[in-house]
């Protein structure tokens, strides 16, 4: 009886919950995303460079000649670049957190906080607008990955970089990247992958690996689809080997290809065999950009919430265990920010009093008009009645 009533419902015309996904992608279309990326490592290692090749377009100037010749002041400068990039009728609202001179001082003592406190400041401030009354409007800043550039020295991790993995891992979705991978031969770059690989493992270090359970894909892919082989190729690929450049050059073949040149050849930046730069960017932007931003929110941010909820009840010591203390008022970028925004609400205090005198000094003149046409009706009644007065006196 139960296949019977399965045929007939099979063949019954469909009831439309097939066209949910149609109108979950219309609603995305029409309202954008949004990315937070944030790099950090050493300056010279060409953060810069990358964030343009990236995005294929100029988000920041290049500013070495003016670092060159000004002393470090701080460990970190940390740097906020806002841009929205269009591609077939979807715009994506791209937050570039950029952290250059990590590292260089003397003494890097604690030289991650300023990373960490950035971190845990945009959660706690989402957090904050979250128990507002109104939150249809909310500023997100939250990190959604964090790239990591790792100085290609070819022996391994230094202490501080080890430290700082372990404590950003916590927080966002942390990808290593060998930064100028053309100064190490082939095999120096492989050996090299293999010592930060046996490094991150020893240290547990947790980075962002693309799912490869077959539930993060379709039903009727097989363990052996192109997607699965896509996802382990991109592990095996961890730590992606970079190499940045803005300049363009001939290949050979008379097409202008993405380099850097050298007096043997070009090191071309979207070709697999020269450099990881395509897979990275296909992970960040193409493959996994869902990905990594449903893991912050549903993983690193409720991580962070519930922390604050419990009063910092956590057996890790490089999880938040309170509300971040506002530091950043000592980058001259959020002072600049600050200063900007006091003065905004002082001039919209000083408009609406302006207004507010002027519309008491409306009334009062109004009143006086209004008193004064009073005092001339009472005289005229005045002189009305003095009239009726005098014409009853001559009738008698």
């Known amino acids: 009886m139960s296949a019977a009533a399965?045929?007939?419902?099979?063949?019954?015309?469909?009831?439309?919950?097939?066209?949910?996904?149609?109108?979950?992608?219309?609603?995305?279309?029409?309202?954008?995303?949004?990315?937070?990326?944030?790099?950090?490592?050493?300056?010279?290692?060409?953060?810069?460079?990358?964030?343009?090749?990236?995005?294929?377009?100029?988000?920041?100037?290049?500013?070495?000649?003016?670092?060159?010749?000004?002393?470090?002041?701080?460990?970190?400068?940390?740097?906020i670049i806002r841009a929205i990039l269009e591609e077939k009728n979807f715009s994506l609202r791209v937050n570039v957190i950029d952290t250059p001179g990590f590292g260089d001082n003397v003494n890097n003592n604690k030289a991650w906080q300023p990373l960490i406190d950035f971190i845990d400041d945009q959660h706690d401030s989402y957090m904050r607008q979250e128990q507002q009354p109104y939150r249809k409007v909310k500023f997100d800043l939250r990190v959604h990955a964090v790239l990591y550039f790792i100085k290609p020295t070819g022996h391994g991790l230094k202490p501080l970089d080890i430290e700082t993995?372990?404590?950003?891992?916590?927080?966002?979705?942390?990808?290593?990247?060998?930064?100028?991978?053309?100064?190490?031969?082939?095999?120096?770059?492989?050996?090299?992958?293999?010592?930060?690989?046996?490094v991150i493992e020893a240290q547990e270090i947790r980075i962002f690996t693309p799912p490869l359970e077959t539930g993060s894909v379709k039903d009727d892919e097989s363990p052996d689809s192109p997607a699965m082989e896509h996802a382990r190729q991109l592990i095996e690929s961890m730590p992606f080997a970079v190499v940045g450049s803005e300049n363009k050059y001939d290949n050979g073949q008379g097409t202008p290809v993405v380099a850097r040149q050298y007096p043997w050849g070009l090191v071309?930046?979207?070709?697999?065999?020269?450099?990881?730069?395509?897979?990275?960017?296909?992970?960040?932007?193409?493959?996994?950009?869902?990905?990594?931003?449903?893991?912050?929110?549903?993983?690193?941010?409720?991580?962070?919430?519930?922390?604050?909820?419990?009063?910092?009840?956590?057996?890790?010591?490089?999880?938040?265990?309170?509300?971040?203390a506002r530091k950043l008022s000592h980058n001259p970028k959020y002072k600049e920010e600050e200063n900007a925004l006091k003065k905004y609400f002082t001039d919209q205090v000083k408009a609406e009093e302006q207004r507010f005198r002027q519309w008491e000094q409306n009334i009062v003149n109004e009143r006086i008009r209004l008193n004064g046409d009073l005092e001339d009706i009472q005289s005229k009644v005045k002189k009305l009645e003095e009239q009726v007065r005098n014409l009853q006196l001559k009738k008698r």
Do not use: W
Request: aromatic share 6%.
């Open 165 to 198: 993995m372990k404590r950003l891992s916590t927080r966002a979705n942390l990808i290593p990247v060998i930064a100028k991978s053309d100064t190490l031969t082939a095999q120096e770059l492989q050996v090299f992958k293999s010592r930060i690989r046996q």
């Open 268 to 324: 071309e930046i979207e070709n697999d065999s020269h450099c990881d730069f395509r897979k990275l960017r296909g992970l960040l932007l193409r493959t996994y950009l869902l990905d990594l931003i449903l893991t912050t929110e549903e993983l690193h941010y409720e991580t962070y919430r519930r922390l604050r909820l419990e009063g910092g009840n956590s057996e890790d010591p490089n999880l938040p265990v309170k509300a971040p």
């Open 6 to 79: 399965t045929a007939t419902t099979t063949a019954q015309p469909p009831v439309g919950v097939s066209n949910l996904p149609n109108q979950r992608y219309k609603i995305a279309n029409e309202r954008g995303g949004s990315f937070t990326l944030m790099v950090c490592g050493e300056s010279g290692l060409g953060k810069t460079t990358f964030i343009n090749t990236l995005f294929q377009t100029t988000l920041k100037h290049q500013d070495a000649q003016q670092r060159r010749y000004t002393p470090i002041k701080k460990t970190v400068d940390i740097d």
